[in-house]
């Protein structure tokens, strides 16, 4: 079994508004991942988690929140979005970073929309 | 540091065909490991196929094989009987053996099947 799901699909905000992304898996992994994807390009790399600890934060704008509560749950805080944040938001998870041989699998993803 | 050259925007195959994604690399590591994803336009990001870069047999899952020459840093994809459910785009990534398990990824192919 190797899922990742992701609530909502589909999450539409205001720039005042806060709201979260939420991530799951039950696979054992202990890393988990956000990343953030336009429409036609690869997905960027916002966090990493590793063993519940931020491991990563690959200068992600502070109206960005990770959260990880334990091992199988993933959250993503969202407050004073700007426009240009607008994209799928996608979640991965991987037995546990640091080997090269590890792979991510993702979730289906959230397509996030700032009015 | 690594780097991931897909070199072909868009690529299109006959149904029942054989085709082949190109991905060449760049890495300072000696251990990296090469990996395909897949993602249809619902936006699930699907692993594919893994190739490690001692491995001495090509990776082979299904109908993907990866040709995987290492002296050209080429890792090819190659799809066989194509299906009109392989249209997507296509990414290839690396991690290196230094980098984490953090992902690079190539700026895709989108492969579309005709009936």
């Known amino acids: 079994d190797t899922e990742v799901t992701q609530t909502p699909k589909h999450l539409v905000m205001g720039m005042t508004n806060k709201k979260s992304l939420k991530c799951e898996q039950h696979m054992g992994h202990r890393a988990m991942y956000w990343y953030k994807q336009k429409a036609k390009k690869p997905p960027e790399l916002m966090f990493v988690y590793s063993y519940e600890k931020l491991s990563i934060n690959e200068s992600v704008p502070s109206r960005f929140s990770p959260e990880c509560p334990n091992s199988s749950l993933l959250n993503l805080h969202l407050h004073a979005l700007q426009p240009e944040d607008s994209a799928l938001y996608l979640c991965?998870?991987?037995?546990?970073?640091?080997?090269?041989?590890?792979?991510?699998?993702f979730g289906p993803g959230t397509r996030l929309t700032v009015l | 540091a690594q780097k991931i050259t897909q070199t072909q925007p868009g690529m299109f195959v006959q149904e029942k065909e054989a085709v082949t994604l190109d991905c060449t690399y760049d890495t300072s590591d000696q251990s990296y490991g090469l990996f395909w994803y897949k993602q249809p336009s619902s936006g699930e990001m699907i692993f594919l196929i893994y190739q490690g870069s001692y491995d001495e047999q090509n990776a082979t899952e299904g109908r993907y094989s990866l040709n995987f020459q290492k002296a050209r840093k080429s890792a090819n994809l190659v799809i066989s009987a194509s299906q009109l459910g392989d249209s997507a785009m296509y990414f290839c990534a690396i991690a290196g053996g230094t980098s984490y398990g953090k992902l690079t990824f190539g700026q895709g192919t989108i492969l579309t099947v005709h009936p």
């Open positions: 991965a998870s991987s037995q546990d970073r640091g080997v090269y041989t590890d792979t991510q699998y």
